[in-house]
Nanobody, 120 residues
Framework: QVQLVESGGGLVQAGGFLRLSCAAS????????MGWYRQAPGKQRELVAA???????NYADSVKGRFTISRDNAKNTVYLQMNSLKLEDTAVYSC??????????????WGQGTQVTVSS
């Protein structure tokens, strides 16, 4: 079992920034990929960014150049630095982790979700 605790969501004006954090505990040795999905009302869930244990990253086209994912393996924590936020970034952001051999998109464990709201 892996437990994920997220923090850092909130309300920000367009053009502003936020940083999300997600700390994993439990059977963290199983974790390869750590990342974030988001889901806005009426839209499909989409992968925002992910990073594997080797440091390789994967970003949605819509956030490239604005968002940066990073990881502290010693703390089993993943971060999402979100800059130049746009109205369309408003969504619930959920942290996930995936095991070795599963690719970018599979999430075996999930955080509780944190709301990010970008206002004009």
């Amino acid at each position: 079992q892996v437990q994920l605790v997220e923090s850092g969501g909130g309300l920000v004006q367009a053009g502003g920034f936020l940083r999300l954090s997600c700390a994993a505990s439990g059977s963290t040795f199983r974790i390869n990929v750590m990342g974030w999905y988001r889901q806005a009302p009426g839209k499909q869930r989409e992968l925002v960014a992910a990073i594997n244990s080797g440091g390789s990253t994967n970003y949605a086209d819509s956030v490239k150049g604005r968002f940066t994912i990073s990881r502290d393996n010693a703390k089993n924590t993943v971060y999402l630095q979100m800059n130049s936020l746009k109205l369309e970034d408003t969504a619930v952001y959920s942290c996930y982790v995936g095991p070795y051999g599963s690719g970018w998109y599979r999430g075996d464990y999930w955080g509780q979700g944190t709301q990010v709201t970008v206002s004009s």
